[in-house]
Every structure is written in structure tokens, then in C-alpha cells.
């Protein structure tokens, strides 16, 4: 719509020309021209029930209870809204029985707020969460830092060491189509509870791996 406007009035074209390039009918065209307005403005429908800075503090809410290891799921955050809203005396089409916001607002400020997104969490022990924080992130780098000045390895020389356990039988199974009806549904595994393994690997800077490509340095069933 800007770039129509300007088009015809720095006379490049004339309205029927300009409305046929730009695709907008004509009369539009010459409605927003004359009143200096090129924007669309408010087509009807639905309006956003919070603005613009209220979800952004929402947003940061929901990053720093998530950087803490205490994210919401989407029924927290329906609630919430529902809470902000009656708090501060928003207008608001929620539902005051189940107090909490509907599927269609969440789904309107998920599309609103691309920066934020519904992922599966992984299990972190409270230890872990203590000591993964700035300042013993910091003293970890320092301490490698010297460590590596000092002794100066060489690529070949700085090995990485993971450990992994994993089952002969699936934690979770997927679902599949049986008889409806039926009270019991099974799937056939190697046992009923399976067995626990684990595995070592080493790496060094360059990509060499130890004994090859893929070395087992632990194998002891279900003793780690």
C-alpha cells in the first residue's frame, strides 16, 4: 500500500495503474492516499487480549523460570494469563469457570512470540542445577584455561570422555492400533524389565577415536 501511494503521488503511475501493479482495488488505494494512511489498521475480529509489552514481560517470565530448570507447561501458562488478567483488570474472553485462557489465545501467542517454544525437558538432578551457575562455569574455563597454557597439549593430545547408559528394553513404547475394546495391550520385548549397559567413548580434538571407531572401554550389565 506505501509503495502504491508514493508511486502515484510522485506521478511514476496513475491509480488504475498502480492498483492493477500492486494488486489493491482502486478505490482503496485512493481512500488511504487522501487521509495519509497506509496502514491496514484494525480489520475486526479478535484483538490481542494483552499489548505488545505485557506479553513481552510474560515472555521474559517464562525464560528465566525456564533458564532455572522450573519451565511452565502450556496449562501453567493459560492459568497465568487468566491471573494477569483479572489482576489487572484486563478485558478478557477467558473462561471464568476453569479460570485459565483457551487453546485459541495460546495458540495466538505462540505465533505472536516465535522466540519461545514447547520442547521436552530432560530430567536435572538438584546437584547438577547447583553447580551448573555462571560462577562455577567460570572457574571451570579458568582452571582449563591455565591448564592449557601450562602443559600446552597438542590437538591429538585433548581427549573428550563420555559415558552412556542405556536398556535392552524401551522406556517408553509407541502406540499401536489394537482392538477397541481391549483391556490389555502388550508389545513383545527381549524381557520384562531388560538389561542396563554401559559404554564409554573417547575422542580427541583431531576425531580419532580410541581402539578405532567405537570402543566399549565399560560392558557390565546393570553394575555402574
Known amino acids: 500500500m506505501r509503495d502504491a501511494i508514493t508511486a502515484v503521488r510522485t506521478k511514476k503511475m496513475g491509480w488504475q495503474m498502480a492498483a492493477k501493479i500492486y494488486n489493491i482495488p482502486a478505490t482503496t488505494l485512493r481512500r488511504r492516499a487522501e487521509k495519509e494512511d497506509s496502514t491496514k489498521g484494525y480489520l475486526g475480529g479478535h484483538k490481542a487480549t494483552f499489548t505488545k509489552d505485557v506479553e513481552k514481560i510474560i515472555i521474559e517470565h517464562l525464560q ?5 530448570f522450573f519451565g511452565m ?30 487453546v485459541d489465545w495460546l495458540r495466538g501467542f505462540r505465533k505472536r512470540n516465535p ?9 536435572t538432578s538438584a546437584a547438577r542445577a547447583r553447580g551448573f551457575n555462571k560462577v ?7 582452571l582449563l584455561s591455565d591448564v592449557m597454557e601450562q602443559h600446552n597439549f597438542e590437538p591429538h ?13 524401551p522406556s517408553q513404547n509407541p502406540k499401536v492400533f489394537a482392538t477397541k475394546g481391549r483391556k490389555q ?5 527381549s524381557a520384562e524389565r531388560g538389561q542396563h549397559f554401559t559404554s564409554v567413548c573417547c575422542v580427541n580434538a583431531l576425531g580419532s577415536f580410541i581402539g578405532g571407531s567405537f570402543l566399549l572401554l565399560s560392558f557390565f550389565p546393570g553394575k555402574i
Not at 528465566?64 to 532455572?68: A, M
Not at 522466540?115 to 530430567?123: C, F, K, V
Not at 495391550?185 to 520385548?189: E, I, M, Q
Open 185 to 189: 495391550v502388550g508389545v513383545l520385548t
Open 136 to 142: 562455577q562455569v567460570q572457574t571451570f574455563f579458568k
Open 73 to 102: 507447561t502450556t496449562t501453567d501458562l493459560r492459568k497465568l494469563a487468566y491471573q494477569i488478567a483479572v489482576a489487572k483488570n484486563i478485558p478478557h474472553r477467558f473462561s471464568s469457570e476453569n479460570q485459565m485462557a483457551g
Open 157 to 169: 593430545q585433548i581427549w573428550n570422555v563420555d559415558e552412556s547408559g542405556f536398556s535392552t528394553v
Open 64 to 68: 528465566e523460570l525456564e533458564v532455572r
Open 115 to 123: 522466540s519461545i517454544s514447547l520442547r521436552i525437558p530432560e530430567a
